[in-house]
């Protein structure tokens, strides 16, 4: 139990709480779905949303269409804007996520992200359309920061990192759905020419609706609550999360393995936060940035021109490459649903190092193969699927990371960091060196662009097994010792 030694309600006194211990030691339960319901979903509509807009490209640019734009503009223009978007909204939201708290910001950042889409399906020109994919990649950029620190922080450290890893790969399951729908959306036999595309992404506000009303349940972080001068109510969430937990198991729960003492403060500053995270763990700033920026450049490797070499080298029809992404996208998700388990059991070392490892290893493989001509359309998407079951996982271990070595106080601005920065390499910077090379119809090209990939994906898996935290089953503030803690020879 905690004792204060400051007021109730937003104080700035010193308080042991053993908070963080009683929810690691709580049993998996229907609190902990709800949990994953309203936050982790927002993924799936992420992956719907950007898959669409990927998938209707070439009707947007149709005469018709209700928009005055082309094609380029939409994957050139567009993408790079949402891009920006999605960078800054994970900076700006991620420093007021850590500062006013979890739910106060993943309630804000699905409204903005809600607003935009609907919006998007509004447009009327151009430039109408360009201003709302910016501001919806603005609010999933802050959707990453608030929603992974809430996430780690809520659930029990022996299942962090499979509901981690799950969540995070399911955007996949949304960019299969995106893919299929894409397909019945643009039918004009079924719907008008200018009607499809936008009910495409209205389909996606109503479904972020009905997450909005399941998170509305979700509550604040306990640990964010007594660090920030909630104390109170951090003892009073908790309590009534195991009596529900106690009365559903119809068991006591065991009494929690020990306290931690802090110092409570209303906030904390940036200069203190990027000192901590490059000054007091420069080797976990390292792995961070080693393990975005290769599961970044081996994902544009593949996915940015899947279309253009399939058609290029293949003679897929331009209205199929759909299914075959819909396939991809589907070895995307089984990585993290199926490898999971592993990273919380076997151990994160071995398994970020080894997935990274072997998904590079196995892109070089897959290069070898269509330098060689010995693969075709439907072997090639086999390959890229066996490839990305194991580099999803490793993205997706990742955020994981990165939500989980740094201190509480940091959490959500170093998820946002490292995620701006990744998305910056693979949203700006893997365009402008893959776009040429999977386009260019030679084979040594595109074989380049997948050795470039690889490459970076095994560098990273290297840097994992050298400096990747042994973070599996053990608490967040044991992996990370809170700025704000007070330890027996230190003062507060």
Not at 290 to 311: C, D, E, H, V
Request: net charge neutral; charged share 15%; hydrophobic share 50%.
């Amino acid at each position: 139990m905690s004792a204060p030694s400051s007021s109730a309600g937003a104080g700035t006194g010193t308080v042991t709480t053993a908070v963080p211990a009683r929810l690691d030691r709580l049993p998996w339960s229907r609190w902990h779905w709800m949990i994953v319901i309203g936050l982790g979903t927002v993924w799936i509509l992420d992956g719907l949303e950007v898959t669409i807009v990927g998938n209707v490209a070439g009707r947007l640019a149709e005469e018709g269409s209700g928009l005055d734009i082309t094609a380029a503009q939409v994957t050139g223009v567009a993408a790079a804007l949402y891009v920006a978007g999605a960078c800054s909204g994970a900076l700006f939201f991620g420093w007021l996520t850590d500062r006013y708290g979890r739910k106060k910001l993943f309630m804000i950042t699905l409204a903005v992200y809600l607003g935009a889409t609907a919006m998007t399906a509004l447009s009327f020109e151009s430039w109408w359309f360009f201003l709302f994919r910016f501001l919806t990649g603005f609010g999933i950029g802050g959707e990453y920061a608030a929603i992974n620190s809430a996430i780690d922080e809520l659930i029990p450290s022996l299942y962090r990192g499979r509901v981690d890893l799950i969540i995070n790969g399911s955007y996949w399951l949304g960019a299969v759905g995106g893919a299929l729908l894409s397909v019945v959306m643009l039918d004009t036999d079924i719907f008008p020419q200018d009607l499809g595309w936008r009910l495409s992404f209205a389909l996606g506000v109503v479904l972020g609706l009905v997450i909005l009303l399941v998170r509305r349940h979700v509550p604040e972080s306990p640990r964010w609550q007594f660090i920030h001068g909630h104390g109170e109510e951090a003892e009073k969430l908790v309590s009534s999360v195991e009596r529900e937990i106690e009365a559903e198991k119809g068991a006591a729960l065991p009494q929690p393995a020990g306290e931690i003492t802090i110092h409570q403060r209303k906030s904390i500053g940036f200069g203190l936060i990027a000192k901590t995270v490059f000054g007091r763990y420069p080797r976990r700033a390292v792995l961070g940035l080693a393990l975005f920026i290769g599961q970044a450049f081996l994902y544009n490797a593949i996915t940015f021109g899947f279309g253009s070499i399939l058609i290029t080298f293949f003679d897929v029809p331009t209205g199929s490459t759909g299914y075959y992404f819909a396939v991809i996208a589907a070895g995307n998700f089984l990585g993290p649903l199926l490898l999971g388990r592993l990273f919380d059991t076997v151990g994160r070392r071995i398994m970020i190092s080894g997935t990274y490892l072997l998904s590079g290893l196995l892109l070089f493989g897959t290069a070898w193969l269509f330098d060689r001509g010995s693969l075709s359309a439907t072997t090639l998407t086999a390959c890229w699927c066996v490839v990305l079951f194991f580099a999803s996982a490793g993205a997706s271990s990742a955020y994981l990371t990165v939500s989980e070595i740094f201190p509480m106080e940091t959490r959500a601005m170093a998820i946002a960091f490292f995620y701006a920065l990744g998305t910056a390499a693979g949203g700006i910077s893997g365009p402008l060196i893959f776009a040429e090379l999977t386009e260019s119809g030679v084979v040594g090209d595109t074989v380049l662009a997948f050795q470039i990939g690889a490459g970076l994906m095994c560098a990273a898996g290297l840097v994992a097994a050298f400096l990747a935290v042994n973070a599996e089953r053990r608490s967040l503030e044991d992996i990370a010792e809170p700025l704000s803690a007070v330890r027996p020879d230190r003062a507060p």
